[in-house]
């Protein structure tokens, strides 16, 4: 499921509303340990992506 998630993201990554959504959707249905793993991976590529960084606090509360 977290390759999948990870994709979708990927795909919307173009519009920070529509990926923050779509990263609430993630947050609801991956398991505890893929959350950690979309965790690190969402810090990765955010770094890239600026106009995402408001979406690692949906993430960390």
Do not use: G, H
Request: hydrophobic share 45%; aromatic share 14%.
């Amino acid at each position: 499921m977290f390759d999948y998630t990870k994709s979708i993201l990927e795909r919307v990554s173009f519009d920070p509303l529509l990926f923050r959504k779509e990263l609430q959707k993630a947050i609801k249905t991956l398991l505890p340990f893929e959350m950690e793993e979309l965790r690190k991976w969402l810090y990765e590529f955010v770094l890239e992506k600026p106009e995402l960084q408001q979406c690692l606090l949906v993430v960390n509360s």
